[in-house]
T-cell receptor
């Protein structure tokens, strides 16, 4: 149980285009999902918290107009990188917190490697 | 704000031996959770072990165990009988109960040598 998927696993796009990354909880409902960014050999940096049915909350320094987050259902959150530039190239990871969990454990997706040319 | 410190960037261990990873944290909360996650070369984050702060007993999961010292705000991970598949980056994480966010340490890269 507690499986989180991400799609696509890797994407290459041209500078100026937008890219959408999906995060799904496959066998549980997640009222809260989180989006992280990770550079090679570094820790995870929280970008935003996605709550089902409400606006996402962004961490300081993260541009909300650049990284659009939608959490339309209890099993799906999407991150759209708008007008992507080479500096947006990174590894993006989502996690989901099970709605009825008493353990407060976050389960992570396998990540998406974004390369912007 | 909670800070999580992992002071060992890299560690190497011989197969079948034991390695201990250190983690300290800073918080004013009394009830919280602590986690160790493993990130192998595939980059999939895998939950290794979880500790509730209100529990005095140290958590154990097979070959993985923790030494939780609440007063010292220390949460070390011991990997016993190390296996080649344990090679990964290990992250200590503090769970913030007020907003459900995880604060991660910088990570420790563990290499198990054959």
């Amino acid at each position: 149980g507690a499986v989180v998927s991400q799609h696509p696993s890797r994407v290459i796009c041209k500078s100026g285009t937008s890219v959408k990354i999906e995060c799904r909880s496959l066998d549980f409902q997640a009222t809260t999902m989180f989006w992280y960014r990770q550079f090679p050999k570094q820790s995870l940096m929280l970008m935003a918290t996605s709550n089902e049915g409400s606006k996402a909350t962004y961490e300081q320094g993260v541009e909300k107009d650049k990284f659009l987050i939608n959490h339309a259902s209890l099993t799906l959150s999407t991150l759209t990188v708008t007008s992507a530039h080479p500096e947006d190239s990174s590894f993006y990871i989502c996690s989901a917190r099970e709605a009825k969990s008493s353990t407060d454990t976050q389960y992570f997706g396998p990540g998406t490697r974004l390369t912007v040319l | 704000a909670q800070t999580v410190t992992q002071s060992q960037p890299e560690m190497s261990v011989q197969e079948a031996e034991t390695v201990t990873l250190s983690c300290t944290y800073d918080t004013s909360e009394n009830n919280y959770y602590l986690f160790w996650y493993k990130q192998p070369p595939s980059r999939q984050m895998i939950l290794v072990i979880r500790q509730e702060a209100y529990k005095q007993q140290n958590a154990t999961e097979n070959r993985f165990s923790v030494n939780f010292q609440k007063a010292a705000k220390s949460f070390s991970l011991k990997i016993s009988d190390s296996q080649l598949g344990d090679t990964a980056m290990y992250f200590c994480a503090f769970f913030r109960s007020n907003d459900y966010k995880l604060s991660f340490g910088a990570g420790t890269t563990v290499t198990v040598r054959a």
